[in-house]
């Protein structure tokens, strides 16, 4: 996001950047536009940096939470935030869920490329002076080397952590479309059909199995007896996880990763 900042920054100085996820379903194309504007004229206003929040459905522990505070002007409810609380435990989850002043954070954000690079500057100097450094070198014939070069003194952090959790500009509007994170298998499961207690895709039979996410391709795949289990025909690498370590599988790859006997696989 920051390099997208100084990038965007080099090109105009009164740029606004919507940063959008690649992996989520949004149904109600309207209202999410209407928002989107709504957002950037915002951004513009206020100075602020725009989160879309969700209205939770469930205690759900794989995403995370805002928290909102005072309402602002705006057709659609906005308000700022009060404070942002990563991947909480499903206690914690419940409570927000009572509570009814909690949304789930999207991983949708608008602002402006200069207002995000100064709350950098504030929270993360380190990175500010190298993204400054690249900025120096944007349109140049070293711009690639500056960039990698920096790249690799920049300590890896998500902007949740680096600048959401901390500045005092951010606001949150209360999104009215119907939207989904897919990046799990167990959300992805809710776009299979429905069988018996299962979510199952193509070339699937399953037999008094319980709570399982299938998901076939070429190859036939039968259950019996099983419960609470994730199958994925991948082609070349066939997954079975238990239902409830959906939220590892990250750490799992990032091991798999350090054996080269497996690289031809990921």
């Known amino acids: 996001m920051g390099l997208s900042a100084v990038k965007l920054l080099k090109k105009d100085g009164d740029a606004v950047m919507v940063v959008l996820p690649s992996d989520h379903y949004i149904e109600g194309s309207n209202n999410y536009l209407q928002t989107i504007e709504q957002a950037v004229d915002l951004a513009n206003k206020r100075r602020g940096i725009i989160t879309l929040g969700i209205d939770p459905t469930r205690a759900e522990t794989g995403y995370g939470y805002i928290e909102m505070g005072q309402r602002i002007a705006g057709d659609i409810p906005t308000h700022k935030v009060t404070r942002f609380t990563e991947k909480p435990n499903v206690?914690?989850?419940?409570?927000?869920l009572?509570?009814?002043?909690?949304?789930?954070?999207?991983?949708?954000?608008?602002?402006?490329?200069?207002?995000i690079l100064r709350e950098i500057e504030k929270y993360l100097p380190s990175m500010h002076k190298c993204?400054?450094?690249?900025?120096?070198?944007?349109?140049?014939?070293d711009e690639e080397d500056i960039i990698e070069e920096q790249y690799k003194l920049i300590d890896g952090i998500s902007i949740d952590f680096g600048v959401m959790q901390k500045t005092r500009k951010a606001y949150v509007i209360k999104c009215d479309f119907s939207w989904d994170d897919i990046g799990s298998f167990t959300a992805l499961s809710r776009f299979?059909?429905?069988?018996?207690?299962?979510?199952?895709?193509?070339?699937?039979y399953l037999e008094k199995c319980e709570n399982c996410s299938i998901f076939g391709a070429k190859n036939l795949i039968i259950g019996l007896g099983i419960k609470d289990l994730v199958v994925v025909d991948a082609g070349d690498v066939i997954l079975v996880m238990d239902k409830n370590k959906d939220q590892e599988i990250k750490h799992l790859l990032n091991d798999l990763?350090?054996?080269e006997k497996y690289e031809k696989y990921l």
Do not use: P, Q
């Open 91 to 96: 206690e914690v989850a419940r409570d927000f």
């Open 98 to 115: 009572v509570k009814g002043t909690y949304l789930w954070n999207s991983g949708m954000f608008v602002f402006r490329a200069d207002v």
């Open 131 to 141: 993204l400054m450094e690249i900025y120096k070198h944007i349109g140049e014939e």
């Open 192 to 204: 299979l059909e429905s069988y018996s207690s299962n979510s199952v895709s193509k070339n699937v």
């Open 257 to 259: 990763c350090k054996d």
